[in-house]
T-cell receptor
Framework: KAGVTQTPRYLIKTRGQQVTLSCSPI?????VSWYQQTPGQGLQFLFE???????NKGNFPGRFSGRQFSNSRSEMNVSTLELGDSALYLC??????????FGPGTRLTVL | QQQVKQSPQSLIVQKGGISIINCAYE??????FPWYQQFPGKGPALLIA?????SEKKEGRFTISFNKSAKQFSLHIMDSQPGDSATYFC??????????????FGKGTKLSVKP
């Protein structure tokens, strides 16, 4: 089975812009979770989608949003980018169990 | 109460030695404890995981030891190899996840295995 894929792998944006990241889960996985990884804060949970519905949400501002499509692919959007949004954004997919499989991430740099 | 505390922050081990990384938690609702390995430029990869009804789980050179009463768990890497040099994260989750997410991660341990 193919693993979790994320596109694009690298992004450079400027403050105030918005960005959309994409994640394709492992075939058959219906749950997609997003995490932000930074050197200072480590891995922090953003949100989880299951069958097109947001099931859990972390403590991030409303500028961070996401959605899931009927084929389980997911996108996350960050509006009005800030310098502090520079991070590695990771997507993880799972079935209905706890085991999560991570993609390679999208490295976002905000200038 | 939702935190997972991981130590040490960095670890240097000689080839063939044992690497030990420790984690502690407070939330007794946690019922799943995975360890992830991350190489630079890659996403975290699941290494091994344990549930509280088991005190130890071994997979190859990797062993998780779990102490429910102390609310601690640890990863032991036997016969450490230079290829094991990576950052290791412990994590924990509770049924249903919640606002803290499916997985709550420790801050990570950067392991360096010297040849």
């Amino acid at each position: 089975k193919a693993g979790v894929t994320q596109t694009p792998r690298y992004l450079i944006k400027t403050r105030g812009q918005q960005v959309t990241l994409s994640c394709s889960p492992i075939s058959g996985h219906r749950s997609v979770s997003w995490y932000q990884q930074t050197p200072g804060q480590g891995l922090q949970f953003l949100f989880e989608y299951f069958s097109e519905t947001q099931r859990n949400k972390g403590n991030f501002p409303g500028r961070f949003s996401g959605r899931q499509f009927s084929n389980s692919r997911s996108e996350m959007n960050v509006s009005t980018l800030e310098l502090g949004d520079s991070a590695l954004y990771l997507c993880a997919s799972s079935t209905t169990t706890d085991t999560q499989y991570f993609g390679p991430g999208t490295r976002l740099t905000v200038l | 109460q939702q935190q997972v505390k991981q130590s040490p922050q960095s670890l240097i081990v000689q080839k063939g030695g044992i690497s030990i990384i420790n984690c502690a938690y407070e939330n007794t609702a946690f019922d799943y404890f995975p360890w992830y390995q991350q190489f630079p430029g890659k996403g975290p990869a699941l290494l091994i995981a344990i549930r509280p009804d088991v005190s130890e789980k071994k997979e190859g050179r990797f062993t998780i030891s779990f102490n429910k009463s102390a609310k601690q768990f640890s990863l032991h890497i036997m016969d450490s190899q230079p290829g094991d040099s990576a950052t290791y994260f412990c994590a924990a989750s509770s049924p249903g996840g919640g606002s803290q997410g499916n997985l709550i991660f420790g801050k990570g341990t950067k392991l360096s295995v010297k040849p």
